[in-house]
């Protein structure tokens, strides 16, 4: 046991010779040689920052008018003078009936019943919570409209309504079965 602890003894004395040994010598003149010469050697010189202006917020104003590098359009009245294009217009002179009292987005169908010769009349429910029987050629709606065909589910109607030039013009409208009503036909 004691030449164990002999042997071990030895080789930490050698080991610690060894490193007793590399270290004694000159060989980082060369290092410490660069970093003085570093050292010596003036110094790099780092410019500040240039100020930036703040940016200011531009507002274009001009955006409704003509682009500058575009001819100018001359502008025509064609509206002025025109006579309508169609002839058609609502009769005035009729009496109204009661569904015309009504907007046409207020009425909706529930369903259908079938007179005597086989004519189909429809039924429809107002605003108001009445229900009402109407064929063709009766009129519902605000804007003259006056019924062109009945089906089991559908209203067809033509609206007459303004055109934007003084004239007047005929509009398809349909009216569909509601079918979550619960009134059958």
């Not at 008018?65 to 100018?72: G, I, Q």
């Not at 009445?130 to 009129?139: A, E, K, L, M, S």
């Not at 559908?154 to 509601?178: M, T, Y």
Request: with cysteine; glycine share 12%; proline share 6%.
């Amino acid at each position: 046991m004691a030449k164990k602890h002999a042997g071990k003894a030895w080789l930490g004395v050698c080991l610690a010779s060894l490193l007793t040994a590399c270290s004694q010598g000159n060989g980082f003149s060369d290092l410490d040689k660069f970093m003085a010469d570093t050292r010596a050697k003036p110094r790099g010189h780092v410019e500040p920052l240039p100020e930036f202006k703040a940016y200011e917020a531009f507002s274009y104003t001009a955006a409704d008018r003509r682009a500058p590098f575009e001819p100018p359009v001359d502008v025509q009245l064609t509206m002025v003078d025109e006579k309508p294009i169609t002839d058609v217009e609502p009769d005035l002179d009729r009496p109204r009936e009661v569904l015309e009292n009504f907007d046409l987005k207020s009425l909706s169908m529930v369903g259908t019943l079938e007179g005597a010769g086989g004519s189909l009349f429809a039924l429809v429910r107002d605003g108001a919570s009445g229900i009402h029987r109407v064929r063709v050629g009766n009129y519902m709606g605000q804007n003259y409209g006056r019924i062109v065909g009945v089906s089991e589910t559908r209203i067809e109607l033509i609206e007459i309504v303004p055109n934007g030039r003084g004239g007047w013009v005929e509009r398809p409208r349909s009216l569909s079965l509601d079918e979550g009503s619960g009134a059958a036909g």
